[in-house]
């Protein structure tokens, strides 16, 4: 009887868990892409286009926005793009670590990979401040339509919302995430209610799903056609975040949401506002706060708003995922990382990266003042992400996977070809605005590179001078040093070299430690490394150890904690025996080859602000020794 009881039990809690994870997934997942029927028809419409809201406009459009959000959605993201995860990981930099992997056997495809990775990467920094600029305003804008004489008061009020959101983020979303599910379920429930009470009023709007008026479209218009993408692709905007999120979730609980939930609510919105269109095409200025009576509105607005302001965090807690990968995977700067739940790994906040997000949503704010103008500046970082993504996945899917090519190249270069036609259709919107993305992509990738590279010559330029360990530990048995009890640990890259710390503390205090540890974290093309492959330990004699520590790319590489699985009679890594010995580099531009030398100034200036391997490494404060030395580039 306890027995069936415990089945039971037991299915039932299997039964509850993929609805409550479909709920949350609803939430963080789809924020983005779900508040784009506040603004898409609005933009669509708005007369820059040349589209007329007649019968023939209104269909060719709906069919454009449904079969847009089938092909790159649906089946592009939803049931092939997350296949490609990376141990249950993914987002741009966890694919990039894949086509790595893929073409380690093409050098120059590697390399052309991963700067495209990294320009995707470059890209979503730019859309994570535009993302929260225009969500926030639309749904404000909705006051303008409830209240006359509003229109002044929508840039500060935004602008209240949103340093706002920035303030909060270090205190953590564990217990406001609790309740983005069931809003953002609350807020697709009346997408789709809203939706209904539009089409009953012209059911006839339903022909639009047949794709027919999308190609009737394309040859009446025939100079409207592809630029009109640009403002249709303003439908799919948050598309990157299902695969940027499928981490935490999983695959399935994100496809459920989607088919379950978001798609519905979606669609039967978008030709409910198209329905109202074809009884009333005023309604062109406003059509999502104009398709609600009345008595809703004022509801509807404070839904909006919470629903954008759900959006906006999701992508913020995107950007800081992102650059703690790129920490891990050497292409930023260390930087300080808090943990803002004990629970949940990956709920994380760092604050540089926090107010540069909060600096360039301001001044989008300021500089465009509502959601129309900033429209014309949003879709190229979106539409050059998702095009990256797409090159990225095929190199994965031909040479990782080794699918027959047959059956997979049709359906990547239709994948390429639909991202290419968004892509094209918004690059004139570089010069209406859409700069300012590109232009944040361009500097972090610069800063990016700038680093990867500084770093790789400033190992190089250590090693010239680097003493071979073997020579210098035949060097103490010929001439001993006085030891002193208990451990040393030197943090260097070179396992097989004596640190510059080490000789160092040899010259100045003229001692050595019973047992010295040469330290070297490495970081691996996946997400977590398992405890039983964390580390690697020679013995050189002498007391000399090489100890070579694992980490994933969403590891916390806490160094104390994981030395304690090193368990040798030989070492002892007690807090109170243990002291770490760190080199801090200063490095002076000079006329050696290297990189051009205002990348050499620039990279100095990331090294000497970078944060220390001290706080990086969760190090205790007061067991750590840090030797500087100069280096030349």
Not at 131 to 141: K, M, N, W
Not at 179 to 193: A, N, R, S
Not at 288 to 317: E, G, K, N, R
Request: glycine fraction near 10%.
């Amino acid at each position: 009887m306890e027995q069936a009881e415990s089945r039971s039990s037991g299915a039932a809690h299997g039964a509850a868990k993929p609805i409550s994870m479909l709920v949350a997934a609803a939430g963080v997942v789809y924020g983005d892409i779900g508040t784009s029927p506040l603004y898409t028809i609005k933009e669509v419409f708005s007369g820059q286009y040349g589209v007329q809201v007649n019968h023939d406009g209104v269909f060719g459009i709906l069919a454009l926005i449904f079969w847009s959000l089938i092909w790159v959605v649906s089946i592009k993201y939803v049931l092939f793009i997350l296949r490609a995860d990376n141990q249950g990981e993914g987002g741009i930099m966890s694919l990039t670590a894949l086509a790595r992997r893929a073409s380690a056997a093409y050098p120059r495809l590697r390399t052309v990979l991963v700067i495209l990775g990294l320009i995707g990467a470059s890209l979503f920094y730019g859309d994570s401040m535009i993302t929260p600029a225009i969500s926030v305003l639309s749904a404000v804008e909705g006051l303008e339509v409830a209240f006359d004489g509003l229109e002044h008061w929508v840039v500060p009020m935004s602008l209240v919302i949103l340093v706002g959101l920035f303030l909060i983020q270090k205190h953590g979303t564990d217990r406001i995430g609790k309740l983005f599910g069931p809003v953002m379920v609350l807020w697709f429930v009346v997408l789709g209610g809203l939706g209904v009470h539009g089409i009953v009023q012209h059911p006839e709007v339903l022909n639009a799903l047949n794709p027919a008026w999308g190609v009737r479209f394309f040859i009446v218009h025939p100079g409207v056609g592809v630029a009109i993408l640009g403002a249709v692709v303003l439908a799919l905007t948050g598309a990157e975040a299902l695969y940027a999120d499928m981490g935490h979730f999983g695959r399935k609980p994100i496809a459920r949401a989607w088919f379950a939930l978001v798609l519905p609510g979606l669609v039967l919105n978008y030709f409910g506002q198209g329905a109202l269109l074809l009884e009333n095409p005023e309604a062109a200025r406003n059509p999502f706060y104009l398709l609600a009576p009345d008595w809703a509105l004022i509801p509807l607005v404070v839904l909006s708003t919470l629903a954008t302001v759900i959006a906006s965090q999701a992508v913020i807690s995107g950007a800081f995922s992102l650059t703690r990968q790129a920490i891990q995977l050497g292409y930023i700067p260390r930087m300080h990382i808090q943990h803002t739940s004990s629970a949940e790994q990956g709920q994380i906040y760092i604050g540089a990266v926090n107010w540069a997000l909060m600096v360039g949503v301001i001044l989008l704010v300021l500089g465009f003042e509502s959601s129309g103008a900033l429209a014309s500046a949003y879709g190229v970082a979106v539409t050059g992400t998702m095009l990256i993504t797409s090159i990225l996945v095929s190199a994965v899917a031909l040479l990782l996977w080794k699918w027959p090519p047959l059956l997979t190249v049709p359906l990547l270069v239709g994948f390429l070809l639909v991202d290419g036609l968004f892509f094209a259709a918004n690059v004139p919107k570089i010069v209406q605005g859409g700069a300012f993305p590109v232009l944040a992509g361009i500097v972090l990738f610069v800063l990016m590179t700038t680093w990867k590279r500084g770093k790789e010559l400033l190992v190089d330029r250590l090693d010239e001078g680097a003493l071979p360990l073997p020579i210098f530990i035949s060097s103490i048995r010929v001439q001993p040093p006085h030891r002193v009890q208990g451990t040393a640990v030197f943090l260097t890259a070179r396992p097989d070299a004596v640190p510059h710390a080490l000789l160092h503390n040899l010259l100045h205090n003229q001692v050595l430690h019973e047992q010295v540890v040469l330290l070297t974290v490495v970081y691996e093309d996946i997400p977590r490394v398992p405890p039983q492959r964390r580390f690697e330990v020679d013995a050189y004699g002498e007391g000399f150890f090489r100890v070579i520590l694992h980490f994933g790319f969403t590891d916390e590489p806490d160094v104390p904690q994981a030395l304690k699985l090193c368990h040798l009679d030989d070492l002892d890594f007690s807090p109170m025996r243990t002291t770490y010995f760190l080199s801090r580099e200063t490095v002076i531009a000079s006329k050696l080859e290297g990189m051009a030398r205002w990348r050499e100034l620039l990279f100095a200036f990331m090294l000497k602000n970078a944060n220390g391997n001290l706080r990086f490494f969760n190090l205790p404060l007061n067991r750590v020794i840090e030797l500087g030395t100069q280096v030349e580039m």
